[in-house]
């Protein structure tokens, strides 16, 4: 990989949700006082060395020569690295992601908030040669339809390689229904602290509940109110890790008024309750 000319890091000071857009750029690997959140899908991809990100309540580590892709809106940041060799970071606007129609299986695992790693092998001169030319091109302004062909075929490449799958598994959202979806997703990520129902979110991008409902499961391969408690816990696993509120203040702080309903809740996607979550990982 080429020395790159222009060094990229995470900004402490960029707000929640402000997007990147798309892009493809080198980064310095640094520790990040507090996690990103952005509406886009991240490609990492380490020449050296390796991350750390604490993700959806666990430490991933993510090692060199290995091409990686998650949802930004899932909260993410770095706690450890080794090298300090720039890597890889490219970002996809969800809309366009979705767009791509790339099979059901990996576009459910990536929208459920899984870190999908592949070990590039010997790929990974491939790789180096193919995320080198996106950065130039994206940077020099040039070449981007070029770059959004290469980037959806090498997820379709991903894809073929790590999920199993038929050949009509893909997914079936209608292109009208990508801004709907997005809307939701955003909506529920904004808002998961506030006593919010299915019947808001409806109103907020204009459908009824149950049809808002029907297109969100589409994609996501989960309801609404599903998702909604996902948003909860995962804020409540970060707090619970990074901060010393109490029990009671956190489940507040995420949307809850009950204990019984919020214990309930962590304790099945957890399989422990708060107090032994906070025992293991603080």
Not at 178 to 200: G, L, T
Not at 240 to 268: H, P, Q, T, W
Request: proline share 4%; glycine share 4%.
């Amino acid at each position: 990989m080429r020395n790159p000319e222009v060094l990229h890091a995470f900004n402490e000071q960029r707000s929640e949700f402000r997007p990147y857009g798309l892009t493809a750029e080198y980064w310095v690997p640094h520790l990040m006082k507090k996690p990103d959140r952005h509406n886009e899908i991240e490609i990492n991809y380490l020449a050296d060395g390796s991350l750390t990100y604490f993700f959806q309540g666990s430490k991933i580590t993510i090692p060199e020569k290995s091409f990686t892709v998650f949802w930004g809106l899932v909260p993410h940041q770095i706690i450890e690295y080794t090298g300090s060799s720039p890597y890889c970071v490219c970002t996809i606007p969800l809309t366009l992601f979705l767009e791509w129609r790339l099979p059901s299986m990996f576009v459910d695992r990536v929208l459920k908030g899984e870190i999908i790693i592949e070990n590039s092998g010997k790929q990974s001169v491939f790789d180096d040669f193919l995320l080198q030319h996106w950065i130039e091109d994206l940077t020099a302004n040039q070449g981007q339809k070029a770059t959004l062909l290469e980037m959806q075929a090498r997820l379709v490449r991903m894809a073929d390689r790590i999920i199993a799958h038929k050949e009509s598994e893909h997914v079936q959202i209608q292109t009208s229904e990508i801004s709907q979806v997005e809307r939701i997703a955003m909506y529920i990520a904004q808002n998961y602290n506030r006593p919010i129902n299915s019947a808001d979110i409806g109103k907020e991008v204009g459908l009824h509940p149950d049809y808002a409902n029907v297109v969100f499961k589409k994609t996501f391969g989960m309801s609404l109110n599903e998702y909604l408690i996902q948003e909860r816990i995962s804020h409540a696993q970060r707090k619970l890790v990074s901060s010393d509120m109490s029990i009671a203040e956190i489940l507040y702080d995420c949307g809850y008024n009950s204990i019984s309903s919020f214990n309930a809740a962590f304790r099945k996607i957890n399989k422990c309750t708060p107090r032994e979550f906070r025992k293991k990982y603080h």
